[in-house]
């Protein structure tokens, strides 16, 4: 038995208990496909397609635009952050996930569906499209909470980094998939009405209400309930040993206890504030890109779906490669090296305009029918962009995968809550800086560029994080 000081005494065979497999290969895949279904979300909505097209489109100014934006993510955030621990405290002491799991994707199918409103010129829809927006988040969120806890009970301590970096790169090739499916078949063009592929869309849409940038959130919305079908289907729900026949007073004492003694897992507590700090910096660059992006360079749907792909494609190498890697060096190397990685990247987007790289090198600007990608600038913020994609994958799935290590084994589903309380606690905060900084400046770089401030906390907060067990 391992004894931390001051913080009980962990039952026999934990430990042991974490190494053994418990379900077979169709349980593996219903939990990898989860992230599958739940991308969409993340890659259509909030970064590549919706998000530009709502700033740009159905706002119809891009300062005013990202400002709303920015308001609305910031307020997902705090929902996010006061509600994570909570549902997770409640889900240990029920002992189960998929009950509360199964509440919260209803909302969270709902409100993408609601995006569907946003038709050009309903300026008084604005705020319930706002609204489902910020619902969809926060269930996006808190799902992940429950979906993230069943992770330590699928395969041994040592598979962790690949099963997390393989789930990792599942979600980033559904995104990448349900992208080139939207832009490839179904959205046109609003210049040329074809897709990107050329073709005429699969479903008849009308341009003149851009119902094809629209549909992005149904489209999601439907392809997150077909796939998450296997989850719910072969992937167990692990149950607790002494379930409480009263989970939400018992799950709410429960977390009380924790914040009390909050000084007995001071570890957890430091990489919790690491990560805080450096996914709030990389959400916000990844939130604002696209934005960013179509301001500068006059990107229309082709251009920001075709970014987007190689975004994906991106991410999806680098968590598979990162699962790999961290199961060699540590989860907490790979997240060092992610962070420096990172870093040096986002300084090259944030040097680009629509005719300087690198702050001061003049280069030619983009010209109309020059091509796709076609000016040095815009080839420079892909290939910044790519190293940002490239460390994003390893970044999360590394990430997920420490807090798996060096939590209590009786408290995982707690301690995912607080996981997603640190990626959302402060991301309040980028979102208000980056609307401030842009309302007051009206330079969409200078907003954006608050970030470098949160990514480079939470690079120096980490050489004081242990990857060791609690206890132990």
């Not at 189960?96 to 569907?116: E, N, Y």
């Not at 910020?134 to 429950?146: G, L, P, Q």
């Not at 208000?432 to 401030?453: C, D, H, K, M, S």
Request: net charge neutral.
């Amino acid at each position: 038995m391992a004894v931390d000081q001051g913080a009980g005494v962990r039952p026999a065979g934990a430990t042991a208990t974490l190494e053994q497999p418990r379900v077979g290969k169709l349980g593996i895949f219903g939990w990898v496909l989860y992230e599958w279904a739940a991308q969409p979300f993340y890659a259509l909505i909030v970064t590549f397609l919706f998000a530009p097209y709502f700033a740009n489109a159905f706002i119809g100014d891009p300062v005013a635009g990202q400002s709303l934006w920015g308001v609305a993510t910031a307020i997902a955030a705090i929902c996010i952050a006061v509600l994570s621990p909570m549902v997770g405290a409640i889900a240990d002491a029920s002992g189960r996930r998929k009950p509360w799991l199964a509440i919260s994707s209803v909302l969270f199918v709902a409100g993408m569906s609601t995006l569907w409103l946003a038709a050009p010129g309903r300026g008084d829809l604005v705020y319930l499209v706002l609204a489902g927006y910020i619902i969809a988040w926060i269930a996006a969120e808190v799902n992940a909470v429950f979906v993230n806890s069943i992770m330590p009970k699928l395969v041994p301590q040592s598979s962790l980094g690949r099963l997390s970096g393989i789930g990792a790169a599942a979600g980033y090739a559904g995104g990448l998939v349900a992208l080139v499916v939207m832009i490839g078949l179904i959205a046109p063009d609003p210049v040329t009405g074809k897709t990107m592929l050329g073709l005429d869309p699969i479903i008849a849409l009308d341009q003149t209400t851009r119902e094809g940038d629209r549909l992005v959130g149904p489209f999601a919305a439907l392809w997150f309930l077909v796939f998450v079908i296997p989850f719910f289907l072969f992937t167990p729900d692990p149950k607790a040993d002494k379930p409480s026949a009263h989970p939400v007073r018992d799950g709410l004492h429960e977390l009380g206890n924790t914040f009390h003694e909050i000084r007995r897992y001071g570890n957890i507590v430091r990489f919790l504030i690491a990560r805080m700090l450096y996914q709030d910096g990389l959400s916000g660059v990844f939130t604002f890109a696209g934005i960013y992006a179509v301001s500068f360079f006059g990107w229309q749907l082709l251009e920001s779906g075709l970014f987007g792909i190689i975004l994906s494609v991106a991410a999806m190498l680098g968590a598979t490669a990162g699962g790999f890697i961290e199961d060699k060096l540590g989860a907490k190397t790979v997240i060092l090296g992610a962070l420096v990685l990172a870093i040096l990247a986002t300084i090259g987007v944030l040097s680009i305009d629509s005719s300087h790289i690198l702050f001061v090198l003049a280069v030619p600007p983009k010209l109309a029918g020059g091509g796709l990608f076609a000016s040095i600038p815009e080839m420079a913020f892909i290939g910044f962009a790519v190293v940002v994609g490239i460390v994003a994958g390893p970044l999360f799935s590394s990430s997920r995968s420490l807090v798996a290590r060096i939590s209590p084994p009786d408290k995982l589903a707690q301690f995912f809550g607080l996981f997603a309380f640190s990626g959302k606690a402060t991301s309040f905060i980028a979102p208000l800086l980056i609307a401030a900084a842009t309302a007051l400046t009206g330079n969409e770089r200078l907003g954006v560029a608050v970030v470098l401030v949160l990514l480079v906390a939470g690079l120096l907060m980490m050489p004081w994080v242990s990857a060791k067990r609690h206890g132990e």
